[in-house]
């Protein structure tokens, strides 16, 4: 059984730094391209970040240079730096692990970003 375990999401005053982890069970983790995605309350699900196996990292242009994306194949985890976090980042964040047509989603964790 596949499960993408997120954790680390909270509340945070604009200009804080959040930690997100996703832990991957039920995988060849290694082999997978694992991504974070949002979705804000009204919005489509859109991309933050992704990291191919090999390690070769996608950020979107709206937290480049804020969120780095890495991933430890020893733990089965992959994790979602955020800096300088602003109140349009608050959503629901979400794990993504991808190979070929298989495709699994954890079932998120919410990042508010308030004063």
């Known amino acids: 059984q596949v499960q993408l375990v997120e954790s680390g999401g909270g509340l945070v005053q604009p200009g804080g730094s959040l930690r997100l982890s996703c832990a991957a069970s039920?995988?060849?983790?290694?082999?997978?391209?694992m991504g974070w995605y949002r979705q804000a309350p009204g919005k489509q699900r859109e991309l933050v970040a992704t990291?191919?196996?090999?390690?070769?990292?996608n950020t979107a242009d709206s937290v480049k240079g804020r969120f780095t994306i890495s991933r430890d194949n020893a733990k089965n985890t992959v994790y979602l730096q955020m800096n300088s976090l602003k109140p349009e980042d608050t959503a629901a964040y979400y794990c993504?692990?991808?190979?070929?047509?298989?495709?699994?989603w954890g079932q998120g964790t919410q990042v508010t970003v308030s004063s």
């Open positions: 039920g995988i060849v983790f290694r082999m997978y391209t």
């Open positions: 993504n692990a991808r190979h070929f047509s298989l495709d699994y």
């Open positions: 990291i191919s196996r090999d390690a070769t990292t």
